[in-house]
């Protein structure tokens, strides 16, 4: 079409110019000159001539013929330029851009619809379901759907239904742009009602759509909360870091436990369906389909119905609870109190949700992996320095007194009188403080705190949840030097001697400890995952059998004639461990007990720590580790455990 009317009169305008962008060129024919110059430009369906003014013509008065076919002929020769142009445009828009025009199109009605693959299920040792799936309603919107000036009316109504702000949803439909061809998720773990109400008002939702799909579920709740982690959609931080492994907006991925420790096993692979759609978005036919590929399951090492017993025994008590094979180091249960419902984390948080968890001190951490003052049970560590140092016999016999003065401090028993002459094994069992005080006297900060590090304190224990793992502290001469502005004094190694001080362990790295004298001297390394090879979980530590020995005897009397007599039960097998009592000014005292089992050939480390309750491990977590055996080994325990013992409070 034109852009503006042409009059063809030769008495108005003799001469045409068409302006082209090609050579002039003259065409004759009697009576007529008609000089065109053809520099036609054309715009898309449009051509425009310019008729100038001027002219050069030239008529033969007395020649007639043919001036009635003059304007025909003109027509015709401009009707032809005009079709020519189109073709031109025509040509360039399918040879040359046909490409990419026919892309445009495609993109408006060809559809990519990703398929989520289910991911993995995390097992128990024996095959139970940690962790798995369940169906649930996910809203997800197609950007390129709808031009972007009609997206806010829809977005707003999309918001309404799903009780959300609308700007959550605008932020990820800006995050993905409005030209992306897939879907983007808005919304998961919708109510039914909402989803009734997507469907009934689909028609005034263009470019939305409601899908089923797999979220996670954890089938005992908070059990084993900080072993599982939680699944949650991938950060934006996350997303950068993990975009070359193929991850994309909106993917679910572990933010905690074993749920990220292993997301590469678990996550799977995307599948997707090409499918045509009509201008509302709906499926008309299915182009192609590649199925998604699920995640792997896991077999964790841990027994569903030791952690249950582990969690009901801890209570609502702060602290947490590990058990370890300490044969290979394989992790058997491990509770940390407070905790949290993984589940909540499958959908929207409600306020009233995030209210519950802000009023709990710290649920996301895993006690079980931080560090505190291990006390009285340290003197593990302190009898294997003494004896492998040779400053003392493993039969060597010392005096005890109510205190020792050391630089004019005086350091106390805990008993404020002493035990008389003990050796080891007699120390161990009372916990005699001044006992610990003299050997570490006369071995030295130094070589205490060797053995304090070769038993694997000061380091992450290698568990894969080393993220969430705390490497606990070991000071030393450089640390005080640096944090505290002067050096390692006596008083520094009278008090590590005992587990005080400024020396922190973790609940696992006491599992550790107390694995050595139950598997005859091997430092083992802790691990959920149930695959690998043996050799790599267990290294020797070297040590004298008679030190192992020593230990072993020490740890049994500390059941049968010390400070945890209250132990003694005819439910589990017989019982060797230690209990520990650590100051923590200016709050209340920690708790702990470690023990293992059966004493003859060891199959089972428990250790109990509570933070801050106030009581002894004689009274506190001694009985928490006796009720975990009774429910372990079948009998349940039927009765408050029997009361401590005198000095049960070390």
Request: with cysteine; net charge negative; proline share 6%.
């Amino acid at each position: 079409m034109l852009s503006s009317p042409i009059w063809l009169s030769p008495r108005l305008h003799p001469q045409v110019l068409f302006r082209s962008g090609k050579p002039q060129q003259y065409f004759s024919y009697p009576a007529v000159t008609v000089k065109l110059v053809a520099l036609c430009k054309f715009s898309l369906g449009k051509m425009t001539l310019t008729l100038p003014s001027t002219t050069s013509f030239r008529r033969d008065s007395k020649r007639t013929v043919g001036n009635q076919f003059q304007s025909v002929i003109l027509m015709v020769i401009v009707s032809g330029l005009m079709f020519g142009g189109v073709g031109t445009r025509l040509a360039q828009l399918q040879l040359v851009n046909g490409d990419r025009n026919r892309q445009l199109a495609e993109n408006n009605r060809i559809r990519l619809v990703p398929k989520r693959p289910a991911r993995g299920a995390i097992l128990d040792r024996n095959g139970k379901v940690l962790a798995g799936s369940r169906l649930s309603h996910s809203v997800s919107i197609w950007p390129i759907a709808l031009p972007k000036s009609e997206w806010p009316d829809v977005i707003g109504r999309l918001a309404k239904i799903l009780d959300v702000p609308p700007e959550s949803i605008q932020q990820r439909l800006d995050q993905a742009g409005y030209e992306s061809i897939e879907s983007i998720t808005v919304a998961r773990g919708i109510s039914p009602g909402q989803a009734t109400a997507l469907a009934e008002y689909s028609a005034e939702l263009p470019g939305v759509r409601l899908e089923g799909e797999a979220v996670r579920n954890y089938p005992n709740g908070d059990l084993a909360a900080h072993v599982l982690g939680y699944t949650g959609e991938i950060t934006d931080a996350e997303l950068e870091e993990k975009a070359d492994a193929g991850y994309r907006l909106g993917d679910i991925v572990g933010q905690m436990g074993a749920e990220a420790a292993f997301e590469s096993q678990l996550r799977g692979q995307w599948g997707g369906q090409q499918v045509e759609v009509d201008s509302a978005g709906r499926v008309l036919r299915i182009l192609g389909d590649k199925p998604a590929v699920s995640g792997n399951d896991i077999h964790l090492t841990i027994d569903l119905e030791l952690q249950k017993a582990a969690e009901t025994a801890l209570g609502d008590l702060r602290g947490a609870v590990v058990a370890i094979d300490p044969r290979d180091g394989a992790v058997l249960a491990m509770v940390s109190r407070p905790a949290f419902d993984p589940n909540i984390f499958t959908g929207n948080i409600s306020d009233a949700q995030w209210t519950q968890l802000q009023g709990k001190e710290f649920p996301f951490v895993n006690r079980a992996l931080q560090g505190f003052a291990p006390a009285s049970t340290f003197k593990i560590v302190t009898t294997t320095a003494g004896i492998e140092t040779g400053k003392f016999d493993h039969e060597a016999i010392l005096p005890t007194f109510p205190n020792i003065n050391a630089g004019g401090i005086l350091f106390w028993d805990w008993n404020n009188a002493g035990f008389g002459p003990l050796g080891f094994r007699g120390a161990m069992a009372m916990s005699s403080d001044t006992f610990f005080y003299q050997v570490g006297m006369r071995i030295g900060g130094e070589a205490l705190i060797q053995w304090t590090r070769r038993y694997g304190f000061g380091s992450k224990t290698g568990i894969e949840l080393g993220a969430e793992e705390s490497p606990g502290l070991v000071p030393d001469d450089a640390w005080k030097q640096e944090n505290i502005g002067y050096g390692w004094f006596q008083g520094d190694t009278i008090n590590m001697s005992i587990g005080q001080g400024f020396l922190q362990t973790t609940p696992l790295q006491v599992a550790v400890m107390f694995a050595v004298p139950a598997n005859g001297g091997y430092k083992v390394r802790p691990h959920l995952l149930r695959e690998g090879n043996p050799d790599d979980w267990r290294e020797s530590l070297g040590l004298d059998p008679k030190t192992v020995t020593v230990l072993h005897e020490g740890l049994r009397q500390v059941i049968t004639a010390g400070t945890a007599r209250s132990m003694q039960s005819d439910v589990y097998p017989a019982i060797a461990g230690k209990t520990g009592t650590a100051e923590a000014p200016p709050r209340e005292n920690h708790a702990w007990f470690g023990a293992y089992l059966p004493y003859d050939n060891p199959e089972i480390v428990v250790v109990a720590f509570a933070e801050h309750s106030g009581g002894g491990g004689g009274s506190v977590t001694a009985p928490i580790v006796k009720k975990i055996l009774e429910l372990y080994y079948g009998q349940g325990a039927t009765s408050e455990a029997s009361p401590p013992s005198a000095g049960a409070d070390q």
